[in-house]
Structures are given as C-alpha cells and as structure tokens.
C-alpha cells in the first residue's frame, strides 16, 4: 500500500538528494524563502526525515468532541455495537501555519507585489504534511487494526476500524445521543410556503470525549472527522413561483452584451460538487438547452469518493439548477460535476479533488454544514471541523481556485433565535453569495429587455461570523466590523426563481415520489452558481488567468467611482426571516446583499484591468450602442415560452 501523494513528489525528492550532493548542508533550513516573498520553498530537511515511532506519552486533539455531548445538552441513549463498522477522515494540519498564514495573505492582497502568484505542484509542499509523516501515522493505524487509504486532498487519510477498535486507539466511549429539534419561528406567510422544509433532531453517534493519540502524532493531526455524524449537510434551495428563463437572467444583469462580444465562458471550467443527486445530468441539460436554445455543453461528470450507490432526488434538484444556472450565464464553459460522499468531509474533498486534480478554476457550492439539532451557525458547529475544512479551503485558494458558497437560506439566524453566519460561506476563503428578489423591465407576456429593480430577499444569509475575524481586505473597505461580513455579493435567488429540469427530482422539495419535468426553483443555491457562471466571463477575458479568492479585487472597487456603475446597489430588502431578528439593506455594502449584484459588462471590464467605467455612465456605457441593440434584439427574439409552457409547482 502506498500512502504518498502524487509520483511529483518523489521526482523533487530525487532532485533535492542531487542537488544535497553539490550544495552544502547548512543551506537547507527547515523553511525557507526567496528574497522578500513570504511564500517558502522546499527544502531536503524536510523529506529527508525519517519514518516517525510512536512516542510513549499521548496527547487529546483538543476541541474534537460535539459541543452539545460536551455541554450535556445531549441525553444519552446506549452505546454503539461494538462490531459496527465507523469510517472516517484523519485531517492533518497544514506545516508552517504562521508563514503559510502570511503567504496566503500576499497573494490576496491586491497591492502586494504577489498577488496572484498562487502556489503550484512544487510551491505548495512546505505546507504539506511530509511523505514520512502521512507514512508515520498510516503504519500506526494499520498497526491497530485500521484499514486506511488514500484521500482526495492533501491533508486528509480516509481510515475505518470497528468500534471495539477506535474506542482502544482513541480512549474514547462511542455512544448514541438523541437531541430535540431547535424551535424556528417563520413569521412570513410566503417563507413558509416557498422555503424547503427540513427535519431536523433525532439520534446521532458520537465519542463521549476527547480522542488521544501519541504525543508526536497528535500535533500533526487537526480533527478526526467521522467520529461523529453529529453535523449534516443539505442544499440551499427552495421552491419558488413565476420563474425567469435564462434569457430572462442574462438580460437582467448584462450578460447578453458580453456575449455578444463572444464573451461566454469558452475555453473556461466550472466545477459544482453536489450529493449525488440527478441519475441523468446530461440529459436534463440537453432538454434544458433544447427549450431554450442554449448551445450544447458536455458535462464532466467526476465521482472522488467512487460510483454512488444511490441518487437522493432532494439533490437532484440542487444539481440540475446548479449546472443550469452556471450554463445559463456561460453557456460556452465547461462544466465539471462531481458527486461526492454526502458527508462534510466528502463535500470538501469534493472540492479539494477539483483543485488538486486541475479540473476547474471556479467552483461553486451550494450547500452548508447544520448540527443535529437544526440549521446553526459557525460558532455553534464543532470547531474542529470548521478548523480542519477551513484549512483545506485555504490550501485550495492558495492554488488559485476560486471558491463560491451559498450565503445560507436562514436569514440573519441560522439557529431561528441567535445572530450569526451560515458555515461554509462565513470562511474568508470563499465568495459568500446572497439572494435578491430581481424585477425585470419590458415584460409583456413572454419577453423582457432588461433590469427594473431588486430587493434584498428575506432568506438571504447575511450577518457577522462569531468564529472567524474580517479579513484585511474586507475591513479595509468597509471598516472595522465584529467579524467576517456575509454576504460579499448577491444575485436572484428567491422570487421570481429559476425554471430547472431535471430526469429524476423531488421538484425543489414540492413533490414526492421522484419524477422527471420542469420546476421553479430558488434559494441562494441559485445565486451561487450564477455568480459562478459570470466568473467564468470575468475569467476568460482576462485570458484565463486564475482569479483564486476574488473577494479581495470586489471589495479593492468600493469606495471608488467605479462601484456605482459595476454594482447594483440593493438599498430595500430584509433578512429578518424569524421573528423580528436581521438586517435591513441599505446603501453600500450591507449584511443582506453585500456589495450587491453585477452590472455584468462594466464590472468585468473593470475587473479584466480594461477602462473602468465612471459612476455618471449608464449600465451599458462600456459597450458599444451597436452591439447593446444587437443584444436586447436578441433578448426579443429568445424570451420565449418562459412562463407559459410549464405549471408551477408550489
């Protein structure tokens, strides 16, 4: 069995023992740099250690126990059989955490003179466990009984053993707890009717304390996710009536001038990682494209924790309107879907299989981490896994991934009754997405020609993170705040809602059993891959070049006189979705809706380096008369059968 990364690995290896042979020893420092780049290099120190023994003395990985077991707010029931099988997911710290910390931060800096330079094959490995200590730790558990394999990250050993041989190796009781379900108050008549509902309380498996390994071990491992099956995972979407078609959506944020420029996502990938969810992605999206005369895209369809056993049609929803949305707004990119294990750590493997593996530079997901209890914020999640996922989210960014969470469809109050922000979308590694309520102009039956106004819708996610700090170059435009400020932007995400198909779905929560069809969908599972989408644009005209984390250029344009003009700046709205708790929108950035939502054809100019424009030119004044008339003609040729052929299911 071998557990080492990829064959580069060993090739560096032999180039460092010939270079060792001709350069003397003192070089070679456990972390080095070049000049006043933050960002180390490897060195032979490092892979040339030995294979570790396991020290006498152990040490607890701190923080590594539900909050609720360790608070006794859960009862417990009976212990685990001791014969049952546990799989799980050994997350290994990031090596020089304090320099990576610091190169993380020049690349995203947009005034450093390493911003952008993201690390690559070579660059990225003095973060990296070394080969020696992934081969440490694995022998010492297969020494004990586990069966281990290789992972789609970098930083995560995928293990199983029976209960009866965790508990020895951990020090730790596997028990069966049962929590209530936490009371939501919906005081809207329209979010009761139009917001998925889920179930939430019952019984979970957990360690009724912390786990323990050697001491020499126990530093290098972050989390041991898998213990528990304490947090859940569900998409963010909901039904919705009224639906746009594409066209609909691409008139309405400026994307049809930018396609007529032959700007529209060629030669660029977009990733969604999704549940396994529709059996038949690339038939949905071919009748999809077939109704509204979008051009055909095959669909990579990637499987990183090998072929599912089954398709849940609550997904199928979730992954028919993220490919749609992306095609929608670049109908040229590429679009890779991986199905994933339905578990945190599978989500996030999802993603980092995408980075590590190249197949995309824009990823969008549409999904969040909840507890047992109920839909709950990133300070009431077990911090052990919002630090092991916040780590691989950084170690994707850093390779020039640009990551795209779903803002959260709980309003200000993930929980129904305490301020807070959704997690994934509260990391400062990722562009969290809100959702608008979009009005359309010159409507009339079955066409539309552009953009009329938007709110800020009451299910938008928005708020300040109790766990994570505002990143540099969040607080350097907005000012100091409490925390990471969510949301960074928006789009339509709740009504009107998108029409989606899919060959195999519960339509967005409305219908059971599954069936194929047309639906309205909505949620900031929409807005998410929409912003992917446009990404994609930003992307290729830029020729390609990675945009990573894209948060810090969006924020480096407010406070500027090309804000006015690249934003829609959504000043109506709330996100007081349960009770009287949330915020209201207002001018400039604010916890509903962000910065705001695209003037697509300006905010890609300004973002490609190209003229920006000025806050006293119209939406479409960086793009030629001619072709905006040759757009909105289009817009009167193609709006059609939007809301005519197909009966809302609500």
């Not at 690995?9 to 456990?30: H, K, M, N, R, Y």
């Not at 730790?137 to 990250?153: A, D, M, R």
């Not at 909901?238 to 007529?260: D, R």
Request: hydrophobic share 35%; net charge negative.
């Amino acid at each position: 069995m071998q557990i080492l990364y990829p064959g580069r690995l060993l090739i560096l290896g032999l180039f460092i023992t010939l270079v060792s042979f001709f350069v003397p020893q003192s070089t070679f420092d456990a972390v080095a740099q070049v000049g006043t780049n933050p960002c180390a290099v490897p060195t032979l120190q490092e892979y040339a250690s030995s294979v570790m023994v396991p020290s006498k003395t152990n040490d607890t990985l701190q923080n590594n126990v539900v909050p609720e077991v360790q608070n006794q707010q859960a009862q417990m029931v009976s212990p685990v059989k001791q014969d049952t099988i546990v799989s799980m997911q050994i997350m290994m710290h990031l090596r020089h955490q304090e320099q990576f910390a610091k190169c993380l931060d020049s690349i995203n800096d947009p005034t450093s003179a390493n911003y952008g330079h993201f690390l690559n094959d070579t660059t990225i490995l003095p973060y990296l466990p070394t080969p020696n200590q992934r081969l440490s730790i694995v022998s010492y558990l297969t020494e004990n009984g586990f069966k281990v394999e290789n992972s789609s990250s970098y930083l995560t050993l995928k293990a199983s053993a029976p209960i009866s041989t965790v508990e020895n190796m951990f020090g730790i009781k596997m028990k069966i707890y049962h929590v209530p379900a936490w009371p939501r108050i919906d005081n809207n008549e329209n979010v009761q009717k139009f917001v998925r509902i889920h179930n939430y309380g019952g019984f979970f498996y957990a360690p009724d304390s912390v786990p323990h390994l050697p001491s020499n071990f126990a530093v290098l491992v972050d989390s041991i996710q898998g213990l528990d099956n304490y947090t859940l995972v569900r998409p963010l979407e909901s039904t919705c009536t009224g639906p746009f078609c594409p066209q609909g959506i691409q008139a309405g944020y400026s994307v049809l001038p930018l396609h007529a420029l032959g700007l529209n996502g060629t030669g660029q990938s977009v990733a969604v990682v999704d549940c396994p969810g529709d059996p038949n992605p690339q038939d949905a999206l071919d009748t999809y494209d077939a109704q509204y005369g979008l051009g055909h895209t095959a669909l990579k369809i990637v499987y990183p924790g090998g072929m599912p056993s089954s398709y849940d049609p609550s997904w199928a929803s979730e992954t028919m309107m993220d490919v749609e949305a992306v095609h929608t707004m670049a109908p040229g990119a590429r679009i890779i879907l991986a199905y994933v294990d339905c578990t945190p750590g599978g989500l996030v493997q999802g993603i980092d299989y995408v980075a590590e593996n190249h197949l995309a530079s824009i990823v969008s997901n549409s999904w969040g981490f909840v507890c047992s209890s109920g839909a709950c914020s990133d300070s009431q999640l077990s911090p052990s896994l919002v630090s092991s996922t916040h780590d691989n989210l950084a170690l994707d960014s850093a390779q020039g991934l640009s990551i795209l969470f779903a803002s959260g469809d709980e309003g200000a109050t993930p929980d129904g009754s305490t301020l807070g922000t959704d997690y994934p979308s509260s990391d400062p590694n990722v562009l969290a997405v809100g959702a608008t309520n979009l009005a359309l102009t010159g409507c009339n039956g079955t066409t539309c020609s552009g953009y009329g106004s938007e709110s800020g819708a009451q299910i938008s996610g928005g708020g300040y993170s109790k766990y994570f700090v505002e990143p540099p170059w969040q607080s350097s435009a907005l000012g100091q705040k409490s925390g990471r400020a969510v949301p960074d932007v928006s789009m339509l995400g709740y009504i009107p809602g998108f029409w989606v198909y899919s060959t195999s779905s519960d339509k967005c929560g409305a219908t059971l059993p599954a069936s194929s069809g047309w639906f309205g969908c909505a949620g900031t599972s929409l807005s998410s891959p929409l912003w992917a989408g446009y990404l994609a644009l930003v992307q290729q005209m830029k020729g390609g070049m990675l945009l990573g984390n894209v948060a810090p250029a969006l924020y480096a344009t407010y406070n500027t006189t090309s804000y006015p003009c690249s934003f829609h700046d959504i000043t109506s709205g709330n996100n007081a979705l349960s009770g009287n708790l949330g915020y209201s929108a207002g001018p400039g950035w604010n916890p509903v809706t962000g910065l705001g939502t695209p003037i697509s054809d300006n905010l890609t100019m300004l973002l490609a380096g190209k003229t920006p424009c000025q806050s006293n030119i119209p939406e479409f004044g960086s793009v030629a008369p001619v072709v905006l008339a040759f757009a909105v003609m289009g817009i009167i040729i193609q709006i059609k059968n939007c809301t005519e052929k197909y009966v809302v299911i609500s």
